[in-house]
């Protein structure tokens, strides 16, 4: 029987760790960006953004490896399997080296002729662009061969390594941020962004190997093939991988449309949009990777109840966690993108507001992956959810070569949510035989009443206060209250603000004895 109680508070020290570093992040990564913005100016940041989108279109089996090898170490560990625990870890690593060899190939050639031939690029800054495409590749082979260690720390759910690493990484690269803007050195600020940044990406990344190998007992390499579970891990990886090749083309695919189209100047507008998008999703991943290896271990173990409770609440709170933070973001979008950055880009503003939209939508069915994923029918639900996600890339393709707004970029990909959440939520249902109505009543229903109850009185100060801080400290101090107030009181069920009190009692009484 799975000690729901101990899970519960495993899960609850989890969140609350990756949120504090989240938390710190947030502040340092946007106070960084924009030192690097003004370090680099509008197209050098643009160019970067540009270059690292391109070369990480070389790697979309870093992210499908990453959820197989992640799903089966998780299932092993809730089987208390460690002998393919051990199997499991090796044939991954044997793996991510054999890609990783493959991925060098193809950036050093095609990668190459492409940065040369088809990327616009700013006249007299194509060796910059040369040394930052060649950092970039360095980066991203490093992050494909940390992949197995990652899914390591994530399977034992020692989230506090992510806490401790992430604090690092962010110090690390606000050092850089201060560097390029005021120190002094004869390099070039480009190539020199991308040497520091380099430099703090591997440094973790050694740092959690060597963790790995010293707390769990697995993660010894040695040489092991097994065509069975080979068959069944690359399997799986290839569906996921299909899925990873349609959002790949989504957002860098559509991102080299922007260059060739558009120039550097929109995808600096893109690349800060997509830096505010993934501070603020970065809260709601925070609370899904503390929960993905209880709900996989829950199906391995055959708690069926369980994680379906598990499922329906973390569908709520995911949403709920990005809403605290989406909406005031969404009302204060200029006035707060005017504090942050010197320069603010055009189309930045709404670029942010339509990709909150996007975010919002994208987190209602991350949870809901979550145990058809620990399954390993994936088939079928992954070719459909691909080709919705692919289509992004050629209707943006369109809308912006017959010149229409680059906000229709984000437009399309909204639209095109819909029918995504549609496939899995079905999928998901017929398959763990949910009913709709609970779906519905349970989850959907309680989103929009908290969306519609908790945006009221916000959108009424913001359109009656003229622009500034204290219209932004009044709009932000009321969309937490509104929304605290509105899923404590719509959004969670009586269980649910049953645990809220008491753990509130207990947080209370603790702190008083302290």
């Known amino acids: 029987m799975v000690n729901k109680q101990e899970n519960t508070r495993r899960l609850a020290k989890n969140t609350l760790l990756l949120s504090f570093r989240s938390l710190f992040n947030l502040f340092c990564s946007l106070y960084s960006s924009r030192l690097i913005l003004q ?14 989108g391109f070369v990480s279109m070389f790697v979309l089996v870093t992210g499908s490896m990453g959820s197989a090898i992640s799903r089966f170490i998780t299932v092993a560990l809730g089987k208390k399997d460690e002998e393919q625990l051990k199997r499991v870890f090796s044939i991954s690593l044997t793996l991510m080296i054999f890609f990783a060899l493959i991925v ?14 088809k990327m616009t690029i700013t006249p007299g800054r194509e060796q910059a662009a040369f040394w930052t495409f060649q950092f970039s590749v360095i980066t991203i082979l490093s992050s494909m061969m940390i992949v197995p260690y990652n899914a390591e720390v994530i399977a034992h759910e020692k989230m506090g390594i992510y806490a401790y690493t992430g604090i690092a990484e962010t110090l690390l690269r606000l050092f850089l941020a201060l560097f390029l803007v005021y120190g002094v050195y004869s390099i070039d600020r480009l190539v020199l962004y991308g040497i520091v940044g380099l430099f703090s990406t591997l440094s973790i990344q050694i740092y959690v190997a060597i963790y790995c190998r010293h707390h769990f007992s697995e993660c010894k390499f040695y040489p092991f093939f097994e065509k069975g579970l080979f068959k069944n891990m690359f399997s799986y990886a290839g569906w996921h991988f299909v899925e990873q090749i349609s959002s790949i083309f989504s957002g860098h695919g559509v991102n080299m449309v922007i260059n060739v189209y558009l120039g550097p100047l929109i995808n600096s507008a893109r690349g800060l949009t997509n830096t505010v998008s993934t501070v603020v999703h970065i809260f709601v991943k ?36 990005m809403f605290f933070l989406a909406l005031p973001l969404f009302l204060e979008a200029d006035f707060a993108l005017s504090v942050w950055l010197v320069e603010v880009p055009a189309h930045t503003a709404s670029f942010v507001r339509l990709s909150l939209l996007f975010s919002l939508l994208g987190v209602i069915d991350s949870v809901f992956r979550m145990p058809k994923n620990a399954t390993q029918d994936i088939r079928d639900y992954k070719i459909i959810v691909s080709i919705i996600e692919f289509m992004n890339f050629p209707l943006s393709y ?29 999928v998901v249902s017929n398959t763990f035989h949910y009913s709709v109505w609970d779906v519905v009543k349970s989850i959907y229903l309680r989103l929009f009443l908290v969306t519609v109850a908790a945006a009221i009185i916000p959108t009424i100060i913001h359109f009656n206060m003229p622009q500034g801080w204290w219209r932004m400290l009044a709009v932000g101090f009321a969309s937490v209250l509104c929304t605290a107030a509105a899923v404590y009181g719509i959004g969670c069920n009586k269980a649910e603000r049953v645990f809220i009190i008491d753990s509130a009692n207990k947080f209370l009484a603790r702190f008083r004895q302290s």
């Open 398 to 426: 369109i809308a912006i070569k017959h010149g229409m707004a680059p906000e229709w970029i984000f437009i399309i990909a909204i639209l095109l949510s819909f029918p995504r959440i549609y496939t899995i939520q079905t």
């Open 104 to 117: 060098l190939i193809l950036t050093e050639t095609f990668g190459l002729w492409f940065l040369e031939n």
């Open 286 to 321: 925070n609370f899904t990777m503390a929960l993905a290896p209880q709900i996989t271990k829950s199906y391995a173990s055959k708690e069926y109840d369980y994680m379906k409770m598990l499922t329906f609440r973390g569908s709520k709170f995911s949403y709920f966690i």
């Open 39 to 52: 370090a680099l100016g509008v197209e050098d940041y643009g160019i970067y953004n540009a270059i690292a």
